[in-house]
Every structure is written in C-alpha cells, then in structure tokens.
C-alpha cells in the first residue's frame, strides 16, 4: 500500500484516497487482496479515521471494494 495525501491540495483527502485506489485496482496492484484496517491506512497517512472510512464506504457504493464477512477485499 503505498498511498500518499496532499493536505494542501484543493481535492479532499478523502477523494485522493479513492482516486489511488481505483488506479492501483485498474493496474491489478489491489486485485484480490485484503485491503489494511482503515484505522491502519489513517495512521500511515496522518490523517482522522473518519477521513479513510469515508473513502471506503465511498468506494464501496461505487462498487470498488466489497465488505464481507471477515476482512474486506479488493474486487
């Protein structure tokens, strides 16, 4: 997982995680795996939990993502 964030950017934080997110599944990087705790990504990125569950819930109404039981995954 190698996202970065642009605090200072005029796109929210939370778009930018979704937009490296659907790049690194168009490019197979993400394809199949186990994405991390979003509390985990937060703390990497410095950024408040709220900010990474928005992104996912996000990219899981765009169909990105699939929560199921157990750890979500990557589609």
Do not use: C, D
């Not at 190698?2 to 197979?28: K, N, T």
């Not at 996000?58 to 699939?66: F, I, S, T």
């Amino acid at each position: 997982m190698l996202f970065s964030v642009q605090p200072e950017a005029s796109v929210p934080i939370y778009e930018q995680i979704v937009a490296q997110v659907i790049y690194g599944v168009a490019q197979a990087h993400f394809r199949g795996h186990v994405h991390p705790k979003r509390s985990r990504v937060a703390e990497k990125l410095v950024v408040h939990p709220n900010t990474v569950a928005r992104a996912f819930q996000e990219l899981e109404r765009m169909g990105v993502v699939a929560s199921r039981r157990g750890p979500p995954a990557w589609k």
